[in-house]
């Protein structure tokens, strides 16, 4: 089995890991809504490259891609932001309160923090940075 496929069943049964009644998933920007609405907390999972891009995805789990001490992704450090949240005022939001999700990605998306948004761009960070993919060798 390839590293891409080793690295997209571990994800995929990570969709299927129940903790509590809920599986572990990364979200798209509809179902980080979603998830805002019902918890009133933003999830992400976030990983920065020294001398590079910090990587950030939403998650409904705060334990996104960890399954046992031998088994995860590492070096990603979960962040729980409860909403409304106050930042610097800047273009495009002088009023300085992040109150929705596409105001969070608007904020903290840039070209040195990438928001990945689906499964397959995490795929391709995974793959750039193997070490990150511990008990997946």
Known sequence: MTMNAKIHAYLNSLNEAHMGNRTMKLLSVEEAKEHLKHNHVVITINYRVSDGPHYWFFANSYLYGYKTP??????????????????????????????????????????TSIHLKTTDELVEVLMKYPELCVGLK
């Open 70 to 111: 031998q088994m995860h992704l590492g070096r990603f450090v979960p962040i729980s932001t409860y909403m409304p949240i106050r930042v610097a005022p800047r273009p495009g939001l002088e009023s300085d309160v992040i109150k929705t999700i596409d105001q969070y990605v608007e904020v903290f998306s840039n070209e």
